[in-house]
């Protein structure tokens, strides 16, 4: 039984011991019972509908994080599906882990990325920053962030270029650390320099 069949039945578990459990010591006709059961039944098939919809749209695919905190992804999927871009808009769809990755270049050097609106910087894994000739001071004083997985020490740096498909940022700093393993995260610091993003019909939408 898959994840949504799971959900549907305990929705339907759920209605039935509340309608059972409502009518209990009620002395009602039997028409009146079958009426008000029919009744919750339709109520609850109501909300289960509005539930899956909402997710099959991508609005629960998120959390909420703390400032700094990065959603919890060991690695990127090993097949994404390929982000479109439409003018200067570009659509990424969601991933098969419920996240949205997304290819990308640093300074002309390939990186994949996951968008992480709860992560207050752009962060690199080591390997990522190397490849992209990123110069940082392992021995300077570093910054704590707060991650799904603790708090972590990255090193600071900036990007000249990271390019997204049609967009473009200049100039970005970044943070470099080994705890992020070789995820590179997205975050708040360039998807602020956007004139818009967030999630429509299950499209991380992202328009420069």
Known sequence: MDGDQTASTIWYVLAIVFVASS????????????????????????????????????????????????????????SLPRARAEGDTLRIPVAPDGHYWVEGRINGSPARFLIDSGATFTALSENTARAAGLNYDVGAPGVVLSTANGKVEARQSSIATLEIGPIRASD?????????????????????RLKSWGVQ????????
């Open 23 to 78: 009518l209990i010591g009620r002395r009602l006709a039997w028409g009146s019972v079958l009426k008000m059961a029919l009744l919750w039944v339709a109520i609850f098939a109501g909300l289960l509908g509005i539930f899956k919809f909402a997710q099959s749209q991508g609005y629960l695919t998120g959390r909420w994080a703390e400032e700094g905190e990065a959603v919890s992804a060991d690695e990127a999927p090993a």
């Open 172 to 192: 970005l700093p970044v943070v470099v650390s080994p705890a992020f393993g070789e995820v590179n995260v997205i975050g708040m610091n360039t998807l602020s």
């Open 201 to 208: 019909n299950g499209e991380m939408v992202l328009t420069p």
